[in-house]
């Protein structure tokens, strides 16, 4: 079956323009987490959707980022005014919320954004 | 100091040989004890997972949890140019909003060399 998408899966933009990055979730995963990948820092979380709500936005490192979640399905990742500081990998990964056992997390390719 | 600590490498070894990959981990709270591969421009995928202390073997590949140390391993038996990737360990607690939350190592950029 199909697995988790993102778009783009390349970003060039220039600071202080913003962005959006999208994330197709496996269809009827329930939870969505976002992530950011850069050298040096790993892989650091973002937010967590459960169905179209963010019980956990802990990871957002300003309130240039947010990120929205619509029919418990399409997951889309704002940047404001980027920063070269921005310039990473962003992942997405879906699960199925599964209780009792290991929720395993599916990724999508990721985007590479590059902030010039 | 991070929660998971994980050697970046990068691990250069040449085919057949036998590969082990560590981490250590702060929090004692953690359940479940993954390794997760990663291709070059692709996302991580999970190898395996252990929970609580112990072993676990599947085919070529052996994963060990000692949480009195905070330490886990992966071993690769036999290893191949197609095990070139990174390797990054995860470990996983059940928080307050009833989900398992995910925190990742740094990865270990493995080599193979025919």
């Known amino acids: 079956g199909a697995g988790v998408s993102q778009s783009p899966s390349n970003k060039v933009t220039e600071k202080g323009k913003d962005v959006e990055l999208r994330c197709d979730p496996i269809?009827?995963?329930?939870?969505l987490y976002w992530y950011r990948q850069s050298l040096g820092q790993g892989l650091e979380f973002l937010i967590y959707?459960?169905?179209?709500?963010?019980?956990?936005k802990s990871g957002l490192p300003s309130d240039r980022f947010s990120a929205e979640r619509t029919g418990g399905s399409v997951s889309t990742l704002t940047i404001q005014r980027t920063q070269q500081e921005d310039s990473a990998v962003y992942l997405c990964?879906?699960?199925?919320?599964?209780?009792?056992?290991?929720?395993?997390?599916?990724f999508g390719p990721g985007t590479r954004l590059t902030v010039l | 100091q991070k929660e998971v600590e994980q050697d970046p490498g990068p691990l250069s070894v040449p085919e057949g040989a036998i590969v082990s990959l560590n981490c250590t981990y702060s929090?004692?709270?953690?359940?479940?004890f993954m390794w997760y591969r990663q291709y070059s421009r692709k996302g991580p995928e999970l190898l395996m997972y252990?929970?609580?202390?112990g072993n676990k073997e599947d085919g070529r590949f052996t994963a060990q949890v000692d949480k009195s140390s905070k330490y886990i391993s992966l071993f690769i038996r036999d290893s191949q140019p197609s095990d070139s990737a990174t390797y990054l360990c995860?470990?996983?607690?059940?928080?307050?909003?009833?989900?398992?939350?995910?925190?990742f190592g740094i990865g270990t950029k493995l080599q193979v060399i025919p």
């Open positions: 995860a470990m996983s607690v059940r928080v307050s909003g009833g989900y398992q939350k995910v925190t």
């Open positions: 252990t929970y609580s202390s």
């Open positions: 959707f459960q169905g179209n709500s963010a019980p956990d």
């Open positions: 990964a879906s699960s199925l919320e599964l209780a009792g056992t290991l929720d395993t997390q599916y």
């Open positions: 929090n004692s709270a953690f359940q479940y």
């Open positions: 269809s009827g995963h329930t939870a």
